[in-house]
């Protein structure tokens, strides 16, 4: 049997901000995204904040004849709106357009690709990897209540620390310990530690990457990163997932036809 040619459409969901930045970093985002895949049909929409909103989209990917929908969500862990706000939208949206199959992708970490995201970052910031094994370095993310987020967090930065960084203590901008400008003082009395850099693990700018930088200026950190962004990592991890996401789309398509 014929598999179907025809790729799926990649609908990128973003939580939607009312910092003008988020929403500006996103469609720099996708568009790198496009740029890295011609001939992929890349859409985006947002959970709150922002337009259009995801069910608006899908509405407009139906009317238009659109079969299959990869869904990812442009997240960095699995938590609250991996597990229930994007389901109970798409699950929603899936009812009331049974024509179009939405299939929800993974969730962009953890990866490999994101590590050197987050290096690119710091070396942009005026780091060098000669700077590394007497480098401090807070990997600080958003946060979540949510423990398994949590212990996702805690395994990225004994990773990030494997590659040579003299030390790496994670911390959050919410929800959880330590905040970041705690987790620099600690690494201030770390043995080896001369100087200390602050990496946002976190993709768009908005209110908690803001609490990040100001933790990493009120403590002194020596070094500050740009959040992930539109990396070109960033972008290669999110079309890794799509593609993972297509294998059952396939399948599907096999067994119709």
């Known amino acids: 049997m014929l598999l179907s040619s025809r790729r799926p459409v990649l609908l990128v969901i973003a939580?939607?901000?009312?910092?003008?930045?988020?929403a500006a970093t996103v469609h720099a985002l996708v568009e790198r995204v496009r740029s890295l895949r011609p001939g992929l049909r890349v859409e985006t929409g947002f959970l709150d904040f922002n337009a259009p909103a995801v069910p608006q989209v899908l509405e407009r990917l139906a009317s238009?004849?659109?079969?299959?929908?990869?869904?990812?969500?442009l997240l960095l862990t699995r938590a609250f709106h991996a597990k229930a706000d994007i389901p109970a939208v798409l699950h929603e949206a899936s009812?009331?357009?049974?024509?179009?199959?939405?299939?929800?992708?993974?969730?962009?970490?953890?990866?490999?690709?994101l590590l050197g995201a987050l290096e690119r970052r710091l070396y942009e910031a005026g780091l060098t990897?000669?700077?590394?094994?007497?480098t401090g370095v807070v990997l600080a993310s958003a946060g979540s209540t949510d423990p398994e987020a949590i212990a996702v967090i805690a395994e990225i930065?004994?990773?990030?620390?494997?590659?040579?960084?003299?030390?790496?203590?994670?911390?959050?901008?919410?929800?959880?310990?330590p905040r970041t400008e705690d987790a620099v003082r600690s690494l201030r009395t770390a043995a080896g530690v001369r100087r200390v850099a602050v990496a946002p693990y976190v993709i768009a700018p908005?209110?908690?990457?803001?609490?990040?930088?100001?933790?990493?200026?009120?403590?002194?950190?020596?070094?500050?990163g740009e959040v992930l962004g539109a990396s070109?990592?960033?972008?290669?991890?999110?079309?890794?997932r799509y593609d993972e996401a297509r294998v059952p789309v396939r399948l599907a398509a096999a067994v119709s036809a």
Request: glycine share 8%.
């Open 15 to 22: 939580h939607g901000s009312r910092d003008p930045r988020h």
């Open 64 to 73: 238009e004849g659109v079969e299959d929908v990869v869904a990812l969500p």
């Open 95 to 113: 009812a009331r357009l049974p024509r179009l199959r939405i299939h929800q992708a993974e969730v962009l970490g953890p990866s490999p690709l």
């Open 129 to 134: 990897p000669g700077d590394k094994s007497s």
């Open 157 to 177: 930065a004994r990773e990030l620390r494997y590659t040579g960084w003299c030390a790496v203590r994670p911390a959050f901008a919410s929800a959880s310990l």
């Open 206 to 224: 908005g209110f908690l990457p803001d609490r990040i930088a100001r933790g990493a200026r009120e403590s002194g950190a020596e070094v500050l």
């Open 232 to 240: 070109p990592e960033v972008a290669h991890v999110l079309l890794a």
